[in-house]
């Protein structure tokens, strides 16, 4: 207490400003034991910024305002003429109490047992707040995953609107982290029609049935994850528009066929619609079945992984599962066990063992496209896979490189936000490990025995521009497309509660989506999309989807400095087959003199 009190007549010296504030310190450092003991026992009275009245509110503050509601109603007969009051403060009394006294008896929340009737305010309030946020609160370029700017332009597009802009970019260009390509002065004319790609044509030994594949597709999405209105919108407008819809790894459904589209099958761990129970309730691969079902699709896709939650299996309760679900998975009706999806083929063990899974599907298909999907994640990985392509001879027509920004129905949080490799990243090193080794063509891509996909939060016309300059051939889109079917980004796909209808299966939820009217919206979303990705085509001066390299897009990386793709990422500039001569950027070579080349174990990690 001395040297306070020291410490306060120094600092009064300095100026005659501090004396009244030093006066306010001696004042606090000479306040009793007394003084000290009452703040601690009216520490409550010290408001943590929650009103005076909520923060005084107990149980026996409940009780008082319940007995002064009774002692009210109670008067109220012989005051007010109209039944309609009394009968009103009467419920209202009894629901007072009610709500209450279930409050105070249950044990699982303690703000409800701390604060009767009032505590129910917050979790009112914390249900709503997406809503609030969205609708009120948030600005229009900051919302996730998708900012209400591109949600808009989704909108605009599905429903043939005009999506121009006035006034000018909202963005701000000196930014670090803006993008953008460079026009040229003698801008080329386009037909968006013929913009398409041949996927399996260079591979003739093998792929007897090439598909000529639209520049944008729908990604893959489950029959179960979405309902069944919803996957017959999405087949239908794909049917109308000329493109294809992956049915995820949920099987072909009816509803699938009854759109008409070219389907991509996605082939998951499950075998849903190719595989059947084995000993101990494994399922496995089924030859006979995928070669019955093959029929409906156009190209075979093997899910490795995916981009919002690599290397974790999936889970579909089996409430959720109706007939017409077990029909497409081909699982027993009623179903007795939740459907669970593995982490990994059983097909398969290793690289080489894949190879010769993709032959056996291109033999039972005859002849159509087979590909693989993934999510890019230790690269040494995807260098063995690759030498097990050079080794075996097999390698896919097709490689969908989908990026952690992927979205899903349901994911643990850890996975979807810390796991796997972002598209932009995992893209441009399979592309460039591909051209290393002579599979892709460097600058026609038109001519490369493997073809790219791309797929994560694709939405415009410069998005998919991008995508094709850092190596893609095709670009799928999956909540893009649901934005056209009316999706208002509730985020409300894991809890069954959709109110557009479209990631539940609730009867009365998916009523409300109409699919000849939404079909439409999807088919319109597509061709306004890629138009505008062909007019960045023709700005820039390119022919061709094929053409577009990573120096036509920019990047502002610091202030005053810009730089394009192609020395952002050095492993871009590897020259064809390069990497089988020992050569290329050091990055690459790295990775690759680190990977194995034959019997890689997936469990060897």
């Not at 599962?321 to 999806?341: G, Q, T, W, Y």
């Amino acid at each position: 207490m001395a040297i306070m009190q020291v410490a306060v007549r120094k600092a009064s010296l300095i100026c005659p400003k501090t004396r009244l504030n030093t006066q306010i310190l001696s004042t606090l450092s000479t306040k009793t034991a007394d003084d000290k003991e009452s703040e601690q026992v009216n520490i409550r009275s010290h408001s943590a910024g929650l009103p005076q009245f909520l923060e005084n509110w107990t149980r026996s503050t409940f009780r008082h305002v319940g007995y002064g509601l009774v002692a009210l109603s109670t008067v109220s007969f012989p005051i007010f003429d109209e039944i309609l009051v009394t009968s009103t403060l009467t419920a209202l009394t009894g629901a007072y109490w009610y709500v209450g006294l279930r409050d105070i008896r249950q044990h699982q929340q303690t703000i409800r047992r701390n604060f009767p009737v009032l505590g129910n305010v917050r979790y009112l309030l914390e249900m709503i707040r997406p809503e609030i946020r969205q609708y009120f609160v948030e600005s229009d370029d900051e919302a996730v995953p998708f900012d209400r700017n591109h949600r808009v332009i989704a909108y605009q597009r599905s429903k043939g609107v005009n999506a121009t802009m006035a006034f000018g970019t909202r963005r701000d260009v000196n930014a670090i982290g803006y993008e953008w390509v460079n026009h040229s002065l003698y801008p080329t004319k386009i037909d968006a029609k013929e913009q398409r790609v041949m996927i399996g044509r260079n591979n003739p030994q093998w792929c007897t049935q090439p598909y000529s594949s639209s520049l944008l597709n729908i990604s893959a999405m489950s029959y179960g994850a979405l309902s069944d209105r919803a996957i017959l919108a999405l087949s239908s407008g794909a049917k109308l528009g000329q493109f294809s819809h992956n049915t995820g790894e949920g099987g072909i459904s009816d509803f699938h066929k009854e759109g008409g589209a070219d389907l991509i099958w996605n082939i998951g761990t499950a075998y849903f619609g190719c595989g059947k129970f084995a000993d101990g309730g494994v399922r496995v691969f089924d030859p006979d079945m995928f070669a019955e079902n093959s029929v409906h699709a156009k190209m075979m896709e093997i899910k490795l992984s995916q981009g919002a939650k690599p290397a974790h299996g999936g889970m579909l309760p089996k409430e959720k599962i109706s007939p017409n679900i077990a029909k497409a998975r081909n699982l027993e009706f009623p179903v007795l066990e939740d459907c669970h999806s593995p982490a990994r083929h059983n097909a398969f063990s290793n690289p080489t063992e894949m190879c010769h899974f993709m032959q056996q599907l291109r033999t039972l298909s005859n002849g159509k496209p087979v590909g693989i999907k993934l999510c890019l994640g230790q690269p040494e990985e995807f260098c063995s896979m690759v030498k097990a392509f050079l080794e075996t001879g097999i390698h896919p027509d097709f490689i969908t490189v989908d990026g952690a920004e992927g979205g899903t129905g349901a994911a643990p949080p850890e996975f979807s936000n810390s796991v796997g490799t972002p598209l932009v990243e995992g893209l441009t090193f399979v592309h460039s490990l591909l051209v290393g080794v002579g599979l892709r063509h460097p600058t026609d891509k038109s001519n490369s025995k493997v073809s790219l996909i791309a797929s994560g939060k694709v939405l415009t016309g410069f998005s998919m521009y991008k995508n094709f300059a850092l190596g893609a051939d095709v670009c799928n889109a999956a909540r893009s497309f649901l934005f056209s079917l009316g999706c208002i980004q509730a985020l409300k796909c894991n809890t069954n509660t959709c109110p557009t209808g479209i990631t539940t299966q609730d009867p009365e939820l998916s009523w409300g989506l109409d699919p000849r009217y939404k079909q439409v919206r999807v088919a319109n979303f597509h061709r306004a999309t890629v138009e505008s990705c062909v007019e960045l085509m023709e700005a820039t001066g390119r022919t061709s989807w094929a053409t577009i390299q990573p120096h036509h897009v920019l990047r502002r990386v610091g202030l005053g400095v810009s730089k394009p793709y192609e020395e952002i990422f050095d492993h871009l500039q590897v020259k064809q087959g390069e990497l089988l001569e020992d050569k290329g950027p050091r990055s690459l070579l790295r990775v690759w003199h680190n990977s194995i080349s034959e019997n890689w174990k997936l469990d060897s990690h």
